[in-house]
């Protein structure tokens, strides 16, 4: 069963730093695209960063290019989002969410972690 | 920039047919995804590739795509369908965008 679980959301100030973490099971994660993907309260779903199979390849939205760094270690099946800089317009629930390639759309989702900014 | 416009809201009767509609310039020629959340819950992929569905999703979810209009199908709606429900597409220069989603209520 394929599983994905975030872990290191938590209430930081503006300025603040955090790390986010996804581990994965279930599936061979080193064969597999990556993103993260956020929901402010009460609103929809926006894609934040995207990383290949390999890491080789990286795509940031615009909203958090230059802050966040998305990485990956596929020894450790896992799955990073450095996030610098934060902002209050950065709280959200932050998901990981597996890619499929060609058409790229996100066949799973983690369950989500609560990232709050605010002083 | 490409921008995908979903109505904020549908309502239907249990049994019936809800549609919800995704509009984009030209999204007929993009690959349209949906996906359906639950309160509290993560999003869960109901259709892919305009017209596709994960395995364990029923027959009742399916999809469409022509033109400037993509529309996820609910047939025979029932209690349990009552979700947001977000469109997404890819391409090599915007990445992902998603719609703003639209809210179903079974009434």
């Known amino acids: 069963e394929v599983q994905l679980v975030e872990s290191g959301g938590g209430l930081v100030q503006p300025g603040g730093s955090l790390r986010l973490s996804c581990a994965a099971s279930?599936?061979?994660?080193?064969?597999?695209?990556m993103n993260w993907v956020r929901q402010a309260p009460g609103k929809g779903l926006e894609w934040v960063s995207y990383?290949?199979?390999?890491?080789?390849?990286?795509y940031y939205a615009d909203s958090v290019k230059g802050r966040f760094t998305i990485s990956r270690d596929n020894a450790k099946n896992s799955l990073y989002l450095q996030m610098n800089s934060l902002r209050a317009e950065d709280t959200a629930v932050y998901y990981c969410?597996?890619?499929?390639?060609?058409?790229?759309?996100?066949?799973?989702w983690g369950q989500g972690t609560l990232v709050t900014v605010s002083s | 920039s490409y921008v995908l416009t979903q109505p904020p809201s549908v309502s239907v009767a249990p049994g019936q047919t809800a549609r919800i509609t995704c509009g984009g310039n030209n999204i007929g020629s993009k690959s349209v995804h949906w996906y359906q959340q639950k309160p509290g819950q993560a999003p869960v992929l109901v259709v892919y590739d305009d017209s596709d569905r994960p395995s364990g999703i029923p027959e009742r979810f399916s999809g469409s795509n022509s033109g400037n209009t993509a529309t996820l199908t609910i047939s025979r709606v029932e209690a349990g369908d009552e979700a947001d429900y977000y469109c997404q597409v890819w391409d090599s220069s915007i990445h992902w965008v998603f719609g703003g989603g639209t809210k179903l209520t079974v009434l």
């Open positions: 279930g599936f061979t994660f080193s064969s597999y695209e």
């Open positions: 990383i290949s199979s390999s890491g080789s390849t990286i």
């Open positions: 969410a597996r890619a499929r390639s060609v058409t790229y759309y996100f066949d799973y």
